[in-house]
């Protein structure tokens, strides 16, 4: 279950805010950035442009499968908050929070919570991804035609410049290269996971409280990994 929430982090990262350079400013200067990095103005830039000013939001769901006979399966929905290398998360029974630095999941039916520093694995740390999508996959500026969930989008494939933990992702937009839809990934270990985005906003800068969790009542087991 750990492993599949660490797949799900990095997938909803690279689908949303891995299009973006953290550690950058809002607005026109973060903007223009964005642009030096990716000059053919293609459909990642300009969603990266538009979701670069502030906290990112969306629900989301999604089917995981692992193993090449496809035994094991996973299928899940919650809500995501992404806010340069920080975010929230909640969704099938825990609950996430990173500031960047450390990162709490907690299960509330159990009452655990187990605290970790960020790792360096792009596959357990989004903020990797977040910090350089283009340092860490290539792909073409001209999209494919697709479909995605019945509706008709264009498809870009992104490739890992490097030997990692991911194999493939491919990201889906609408039919007018607008709307993220969701993606696809396939990780090295054949974990393959589907992902369906809707509700997607960007609001103010959240006070960075936000990502990290309020204390724990005294019968919690916390288990500090740092």
């Known amino acids: 279950m750990k492993r599949l929430l660490c797949v799900l982090l990095a997938v909803c990262s690279a689908l949303v805010l891995g299009l973006t350079p953290s550690g950058y400013c809002a607005g026109p200067a973060r903007t223009a950035f964005i642009a030096s990095r990716n000059p053919s103005g293609d459909i990642l830039s300009a969603f990266a442009s538009r979701i670069a000013s502030g906290c990112a939001s969306f629900s989301y769901s999604f089917v995981m499968t692992s193993g090449s006979a496809q035994s094991g ?130 609001s103010e800068f959240r006070d960075a409280s936000f990502f990290t969790p309020p204390a724990f009542p005294a019968e919690w087991i916390v288990t500090d990994l740092r």
């Not at 340069?84 to 996430?96: C, D, F, R, T």
């Not at 299960?107 to 605290?115: G, H, Q």
């Not at 991911?166 to 990934?185: A, I, N, T, Y």
């Open 73 to 202: 399966k996973l299928v899940g929905e919650g809500t995501l908050c992404f806010q340069g290398g920080a975010y929230h998360l909640q969704g099938n029974g825990l609950e996430v929070w990173c500031d960047g630095s450390s990162i709490w999941t907690a299960d509330r039916t159990s009452k655990e919570v187990v605290i970790e520093t960020v790792s360096e694995d792009v596959l357990v740390n989004p903020a990797l991804i977040l910090a350089d999508i283009s340092g860490h996959f290539s792909w073409e500026p001209v999209p494919r035609s697709g479909t995605f969930s019945s509706q008709s989008s264009q498809v870009f494939l992104l490739r890992p410049l490097s030997k990692s933990g991911v194999q493939s992702l491919e990201l889906f937009f609408d039919s007018k290269g607008v709307e993220l839809l969701g993606g696809r990934m396939l990780s090295a270990d054949n974990v393959s996971a589907t992902f369906f985005i809707s509700g997607l906003t960007v």
